[in-house]
């Protein structure tokens, strides 16, 4: 069964940084596509990111210029470089993975940025 973990959430101040990484369990063979998803109290679940084993990318227009997504498709993980973060982020982040397998998604991980 495919597993992600994702890591690197926790408390940051406003425009503080923070890394977030999920990695697969190695029984995924392939991966189309790697992105990260949020969660913010009251409100559903949106998109944010999302990087392709073709190499492209995309975001969502909120974090635009702040976010940068990556991956090592050897270690079969992403990772979601956030910069300039603002109270509007304060979400739970979800990594999720799009393989001939199927979607798989990891537990999440908090992000909260005070002022």
């Known amino acids: 069964q495919v597993q992600l973990v994702e890591s690197g959430g926790g408390l940051v101040q406003v425009g503080g940084s923070l890394r977030l990484s999920c990695a697969a369990s190695?029984?995924?063979?392939?991966?189309?596509?790697m992105a990260w998803y949020r969660q913010a109290p009251g409100k559903q679940r949106e998109f944010v990111a999302v990087t392709t084993s073709g190499g492209s990318t995309n975001y969502a227009t909120s974090v635009k210029g702040r976010f940068a997504i990556s991956s090592d498709s050897a270690k079969k993980t992403v990772y979601l470089q956030m910069n300039s973060l603002n109270s509007e982020d304060t979400a739970v982040y979800y990594c999720?993975?799009?393989?001939?397998?199927?979607?798989?998604w990891g537990p999440g991980t908090q992000v909260t940025v005070s002022s």
């Open positions: 190695r029984n995924i063979f392939s991966v189309n596509a």
């Open positions: 999720n993975f799009l393989s001939p397998q199927g979607s798989f």
